[in-house]
């Protein structure tokens, strides 16, 4: 499976944006989808993440409110639409597939998913 991520820029606090995830493979609909994100001079973090179907997500306490993961699995994309930014948000931003067949509230770590995205540069100016 291979991951595009597209969708980051600049924007101001108190903004919004899209990022969107796609991948290449059909059977991208079995499985789970996630979100992490790097910030400078930190190490990367689990952000969101949606089951195959999108029935169910889940996220890191700090993005609860603001940011909302989906997927189209007819267009074999999945996205994040963050609301509410602030500075804190300024990472690159990944995406990555868990190529398992179950999902797990539990999937929040990096050995978690088997494939990743290039990432997108959020950067939130104050």
């Known amino acids: 499976v291979q991951l595009q991520a597209s969708g980051g820029g600049l924007v101001q606090a108190g903004g919004s944006l899209r990022l969107s995830c796609a991948a290449s493979r059909r059977t991208f609909s079995r499985y789970t989808m996630g979100w992490f994100r790097q910030a400078p001079g930190k190490e990367r973090e689990f952000v969101a993440h949606?089951?195959?179907?999108?029935?169910?997500?889940y996220y890191t306490d700090s993005v609860k409110g603001r940011f909302t993961i989906s997927r189209d699995n007819s267009k074999n994309t999945v996205y994040l639409q963050m609301s509410s930014l602030n500075p804190e948000d300024t990472a690159i931003y990944y995406c990555?597939?868990?190529?398992?067949?179950?999902?797990?509230?539990?999937?929040?770590?990096?050995?978690?998913?088997?494939?990743w995205g290039q990432g997108t540069l959020v950067t939130v100016s104050s």
């Open positions: 949606i089951s195959w179907n999108g029935g169910i997500t």
């Open positions: 990555a597939c868990a190529a398992r067949q179950y999902y797990s509230s539990s999937q929040t770590s990096e050995r978690d998913y088997d494939y």
